[in-house]
């Protein structure tokens, strides 16, 4: 099992920056793959970034150039910077986390085991 707690959201104007960190615990066996994904009211669930443990980041299109995906061992925590905010940014961001050592390549929802609660985003123009 892993849990999963989501923090750092908030409301920031466009162009600004965010860090929202995700708490895990839990078996270190059962998170090989980590991952954001954020939904927006009225919209399905979509990935964000995705990262393996041995090392590894992917990125949707999105996020590519202005989101980056880290992880801090030591503290247990997986990191989503944020910069350059745009209004369509505004959404529910979740922490996800999957045994499968390839999971973070998929970006898939569905293939994910974990979620945390989420965080709010708000981005104003």
């Known amino acids: 099992q892993v849990q999963l707690v989501e923090s750092g959201g908030g409301s920031v104007q466009a162009g600004g920056s965010l860090r929202l960190s995700c708490a895990i615990s839990?078996?270190?066996?059962?998170?090989?793959?980590m991952g954001w994904f954020r939904q927006a009211p009225g919209k399905e669930r979509e990935a964000v970034a995705g990262i393996a443990a041995r090392g590894g980041a992917k990125y949707a299109d999105s996020a590519l150039g202005r989101f980056t995906i880290s992880q801090d061992y030591a503290k247990n925590t997986l990191y989503l910077q944020m910069n350059s905010l745009k209004p369509e940014d505004s959404a529910m961001y979740y922490c996800a986390a999957d045994p499968g050592r390839w999971s973070w390549l998929t970006l898939v929802e569905k293939v994910f085991r974990y979620w945390g609660q989420g965080t709010q985003v708000t981005v104003s123009s």
């Open positions: 839990g078996s270190t066996y059962e998170r090989d793959s």
